[in-house]
């Protein structure tokens, strides 16, 4: 498809009505697009426009923080996660419901903590509350 004079204009004319981009390459016809209507209003230098609002903004604009209904986090470390111990597992041996949190530093062989896992997550309540406490600031 190419750009003729004619098109050109009825693009800049269609574009500064504020008519959307797909009705105007309905409109000019002849392969356009409007990938291809946005790109050659952006390469002609016609007005930006307004984007519609995104529906989690407040009136000025700013994004909402989602809320959530269940918190699977655990407030304090449930008594249950202190009093079993820790069966070091390696990965291959782990099951399902086995913690996966890395008991190693630099040495080998790899274990795993190997507790019971805590709800929907990978590791047991004692290490989903270690790995996701809030930095304490001093």
Known sequence: MSWTESKINKLK?????????TEIAERIKGGTTKNSVIAKARRLGCSQRNRSPIKDT????????????????????????????????????????QCRYPLWEDNEPKFFCGR???KHHSYCGYHVWITTKPKETT
Do not use: C, M
């Open 116 to 118: 019971t896992t805590y």
């Open 58 to 97: 407040n009136s000025l604009g700013i994004k909402q923080p989602r809320t959530t209904t269940t918190n699977n986090k655990p407030k304090e470390i449930p008594s249950s996660a202190i009093a079993e111990p820790e069966d070091p597992t390696l990965l291959e041996d782990l099951t399902n419901d």
């Open 13 to 21: 004319e269609l574009w500064e009505q504020g008519i959307k981009a």
